[in-house]
């Protein structure tokens, strides 16, 4: 197979749904740059103190929690392709601002307002990812998270090259590349046929925020989000500090699970297409994550090769367990979102990914490196209990889905929306 017919057989087919994938590997190939450079760039640049951008950056998350809902909640109302490319043009222009930054209260406000559209733009694509996704949204979704990892590696390389420089010149460089694969990004979303706004249904506003069985499944969402910092923050610290293992191996195990990711996540997504197999897909991935979780703490103790051996078989677990993971939360994030309200539903249960982004860190440094094997036992006991919690969740969330369909269908019908939601 020639290698031009290999990449189109790999790209989604002509139309909106490789415009979306073109952009989303564009804007993740900015998010790549800041990803592996961002903290770096505030500390050796502009010379903030670590705990200052450690402050900042907290102060970020926390706008970003409100912003994904409110611009959701938009997006579902005014339409979401103008949306979603007004959240691009303010990340780029906010990341732009970067190279003024001067002190700690200028960082907060532009790291703030780069995080917010951030957020805020993973909700206002959700109803785009709905509307062109085909039958099956949720496996479009997995293969954008797939283009997501190969755009970061790509971000991450070119960073690495900055880095190796150090110069102020480079790393303005970078942050100027990063506000300019936003743009455009949201440059080649413009050519998206617009999505119709949806009728507004009988009900509360906000009504995401009312759906109780909905936010249970957020916590528990966000709590095994937690994961993705294991490879990040956790296991770099403890193979350099608690084993014998090459330091070298942090890139390592990275590539491992990028590589995983990027080959298997559409296929993992495929076989999880109802709610209730999101379900059982969180409780293997709990499961999953125990078991990785036992063998990273038992590399610290024995000899060099057992020890790489241990540490690249619990990342090769860990990334199965990441597959059904995100299977688990693209099928019940937006099986159980109502078609009028996807954009504010998934705004919320962005909330779960957003406070385990903040939260996370801490939890693992504190129980896995400080406290030490214990710890990694503990953090992966949690993962497995959350797991197993889930299709419990999952099947109160349907119960509660059902009886809402049924509250709303006579109004609707009454009111000549009914048509509108199904033709959705």
Known sequence: MSLPSALSKALPPAGPRRVIAASNFVNTVGSGLYLTAGVLYFTQAVALPAHQVGLGLGIAGCVSLAAGIAVGHLADRRGARGVYAATLAVQ????????????????????????????????????????????????????????????????????????????????????????????????????????????????????????????????????????????????????????????????????????????LQVRASRGVDSPAAGGRAYRRSGVAFLASCALISLAAGPPTWAAVTLLLVAVVVHAVGELWHAAAGFEVSFALAPPGATGQYLGVFGLGAGLAEALGPGLLLSLCVTWGRPGWYVVGALFAVTGLAAPLAVRRAERAQRAAQAFVAPPLAQAGLGGALRRR
């Open 92 to 263: 780029a222009l906010a990341t732009a601002a970067f190279v003024l930054v001067d002190g700690f209260w200028p960082f907060v406000v532009a790291v703030s307002v780069a995080t917010g559209a951030k957020a805020a733009g993973v909700a206002a694509r959700s109803p785009l990812i709905r509307h062109h996704g085909g039958e099956r949204p949720q496996e479009f979704r997995a293969y954008l998270r797939a283009v997501t990892n190969v755009g970061i590696s790509l971000g991450a390389l070119l960073a690495g090259v900055a880095v190796h420089a150090g110069t102020l010149t480079a790393y303005h460089l970078l942050v100027v590349g990063n506000a300019l694969a936003f743009a455009a990004s949201a440059v080649l979303v413009l050519p998206l046929p617009p999505v119709r706004p949806v009728p507004v249904a009988p009900g509360p506003r906000r009504a995401a925020l009312r759906d109780g069985p909905y936010l249970v499944l957020t916590v528990l969402d966000g709590v095994m989000a937690v994961q993705f910092k294991v490879l990040t923050v956790a296991l770099p610290l403890w193979l350099v500090e608690a084993t014998t293992a090459p330091s070298w191996l942090v890139s390592g195990t990275m590539l491992v699970n990028t590589v995983i990711v990027v080959a």
